[in-house]
């Protein structure tokens, strides 16, 4: 401000810190990477898995398909049903898997090492 004459008296200073809101924004911006990575491998689990069930349901459908349509003998029917049973057991066995890793993001489900095993066991969680 000044006086009549023109001469400064006083003057005033505003200073915000932004530091802050600074911070608040730049962990915004790494929580939102952080995100649209997991977005991303999400669809890339997701494509994967698709395909894994695709392989096991065409050989099922195929040789299901070749049992019905085909005059086989036995032999050969009994075969075609072993491939159709073992891609069976491997899309369960990948069902089971994927509700095993859904339980233990849940934590419904607690994966154990215990000393000197060789592999991992699983249990509900204490």
């Known amino acids: 401000m000044r006086s009549a004459s023109g001469h400064v008296e006083y003057f005033l200073v505003l200073y915000e810190d932004t530091d802050a809101e600074h911070m608040a924004n730049l962990a915004a911006v790494e929580h939102l990477a952080g995100i649209e990575r997991l977005n991303q491998l999400k669809s890339e689990f ?5 395909h894994e ?11 299901s398909e070749m049992i019905r349509d085909a005059d086989l003998p036995m032999a050969e029917v009994k075969s075609y049903a072993g491939d159709i049973n073992n891609d069976a057991e491997r899309l369960n ?6 509700l095993d890793l859904d339980r ?3 934590g419904r489900l607690v ?3 215990e ?3 060789k592999s991992i066991s699983c249990c509900a969680p204490r």
């Open 104 to 106: 233990i993001e849940a």
């Open 111 to 113: 994966l154990r090492k």
């Open 46 to 50: 997701i494509t994967l898995v698709s």
């Open 115 to 117: 000393a000197g095993e």
């Open 93 to 98: 066995r990948m069902i089971n898997d994927m």
């Open 53 to 63: 069930f695709r392989t096991g349901l065409v050989g099922i459908q195929g040789f």
